[in-house]
């Protein structure tokens, strides 16, 4: 068990016995801020990263450094870091506003990072089998990106009250956020299907044609279908 400490340092303990395997020890040179801690698949590396914005891989059978990757620039520092459902892809994000991918072996980044402008991020997380990336960001928003193309999907969701402490994936397109001051829970479903089902549902009916002209163009089509056509 990787244990990240708020003054900066790491440590490891054995999950059955809670014998200390690496004693605490700190990870760059700013005390501050243990946010990325993961391990490889085959449990033979760990990386960590903190408040300088690097992620550094420790061997460990040795628990010496053997490789650092500077993500963000700045010393903003890298947070609550997921794993991919296939353990082949770390997701980082960073207070930079930054999502960074990288080989959950190797340490190394994958391809560009995501960004989101205004907002320090704290979790992110893959949904909908990996074509979707989540993030929280400090000031309570909800931020997706379709990961293909590394672009944007709409607005910025609102939900909590500033800084999110926790993210988990509870099934391939629903994530759990825990907020750290409102100090709620809070379910997001991902999956379009089931938005039009809802919105269906809450409205009981139809656009009119009127409404189709103005919001949505083209031919007209009952997009409810339990409901009379509005045109």
Not at 172 to 192: E, H, K, R
Not at 207 to 227: N, P
Request: aromatic letters at 10%.
């Amino acid at each position: 068990l990787a244990l990240g400490y708020r003054d900066g340092r790491v440590s490891v303990v054995e999950s059955r016995t809670g014998d200390e395997v690496l004693a605490p020890r700190p990870i760059d040179d700013y005390p501050c801020c243990v946010g990325a801690l993961v391990w490889s698949p085959d449990g033979t590396r760990l990386h960590v990263g903190g408040q300088d914005g690097t992620v550094r891989t420790f061997d460990t059978t040795t628990w010496k450094v053997i490789g650092e990757h500077l993500l963000a620039e700045g010393l903003f520092s890298l947070r609550y870091s997921t794993v991919s459902t296939d353990g082949t892809t770390i997701v980082v994000p960073a207070e930079s506003g930054e999502v960074f991918l990288l080989d959950a072996s190797s340490g190394e980044p994958i391809g560009e990072p995501f960004f989101a402008a205004g907002t320090q991020l704290q979790t992110a997380t893959f949904v909908a089998d990996g074509t979707r990336l989540v993030a929280e960001g400090r000031d309570g928003t909800m931020r997706i990106w379709d990961v293909a193309t590394r672009r944007s999907i709409g607005p910025a969701l609102g939900g909590h009250v500033e800084w999110v402490a926790a993210m988990e994936a509870i099934g391939p397109s629903t994530v759990i956020t825990g907020g750290a001051i409102d100090q709620s829970l809070m379910t997001w479903d991902f999956d379009p299907d089931t938005w039009f089902d809802r919105a269906c549902t809450l409205a009981g009916r139809n656009l009119t044609q009127t409404e189709w002209d103005a919001f949505v163009g083209g031919d007209y089509r009952a997009t409810c279908e339990q409901w009379p056509s509005g045109a």
